[in-house]
């Protein structure tokens, strides 16, 4: 209670602020509380904010201004351009209809008549913007086929087994080979082919340490006999990430990878997809 009175005492203790001018007038002075000088101060302060940022949206709006103006001047202008490019377009085509010189020339209109048909713009605009959304499309559906489509060499290394038939190096009997033996050093990093997600990373029997990835658009690819894996199931690679590294593990009878390339549930020859470059 005593703190409370103390701090009112001193809120409302009268200061004395003297005024002396600078010319022969008499100075004169008045009292007022401190509590009402840091009042005023802190309404003053508001109001120089309050200013400033009524001045800052003023800028900011003349600013948009400019630019909505611009913006409005350059469209007319390629407004007028686009006209004018149609025209002279149209005009071409008629002239190059003609088959000679002669009447090329005898042809030729110097004229400017200035008519647009701005419909049939707009629908010509309409038409070349559906166009351009269909090429974007195809675009981009051929750029996700291009990056899901194994490329390159899982390692650097020489096929040592083709893919198709050839004889078993430990039983010695005739089987397919549904993939290609590429061998390399031990420990040589194994490199994803394509961008994909990690379908299976563990060990398969007699592939040993077996990675899969599932690409997209019915392409996936197996690395097989991995000394060890650096990935794991549902983990998204990019082309060229190391995925494990080159083994001798399952039934193997040196260091390599097994690769393959399977697509719509099918095997594929490897090779057609290595000399792309390796990854």
């Known amino acids: ?10 809120a409302f203790t009268p200061i004395t602020i003297m005024v002396i001018p600078h010319t022969d007038s008499k100075a004169f002075s008045f009292k007022a509380p401190s509590i009402g000088i840091l009042a005023s101060a802190i309404v003053w302060l508001v109001g120089i904010v309050y200013v400033f940022s009524i001045a800052i949206d003023a800028f900011e709006y003349n600013r948009m201004k400019h630019k909505l103006n611009y913006y409005s001047s350059q469209f007319m202008e390629m407004k007028s351009a686009m006209a004018a490019l149609q025209k002279a377009e149209t005009e071409f085509q008629r002239l190059f209809s003609f088959r000679s010189r002669e009447q090329v020339l005898e042809n030729l209109d110097t004229s400017d008549t200035g008519s647009i048909d701005m419909e049939n713009l707009k629908q010509q605009m309409k038409a070349s913007l559906e166009s351009i959304g269909e090429i974007k499309d195809y675009l981009s559906q051929q750029r996700d086929l291009y990056i899901s489509t194994p490329k390159g060499y899982p390692t650097e290394g020489r096929i040592s087994s083709p893919f198709g038939n050839r004889e078993h190096p ?14 390399a050093d031990p420990g040589k990093p194994v490199k994803a082919t394509a961008d994909g997600i990690i379908s299976f990373a563990s060990w398969s029997g007699g592939s040993g340490n077996l990675v899969a990835i599932e690409h997209g658009f019915g392409f996936a690819t197996f690395y097989a006999h991995n000394k060890m894996v650096t990935v794991r199931v549902g983990q998204k690679v990019r082309r060229g990430d190391i995925i494990g590294y080159i083994g001798s593990t399952g039934n193997s009878t040196g260091p390599h ?3 393959e390339v399977w697509r719509d549930g099918k095997p594929l020859n490897p090779s057609d997809y290595l000399n792309g470059g390796r990854a």
Do not use: P
């Not at 010695?172 to 033996?181: A, I, K, L, M, R």
């Open 1 to 10: 209670m005593y703190r409370v009175r103390g701090f009112l005492k001193k």
């Open 170 to 183: 430990k039983s010695g009997e005739s089987h397919f080979h549904t993939g290609v033996d590429i061998a």
């Open 257 to 259: 990878v097994h690769y």
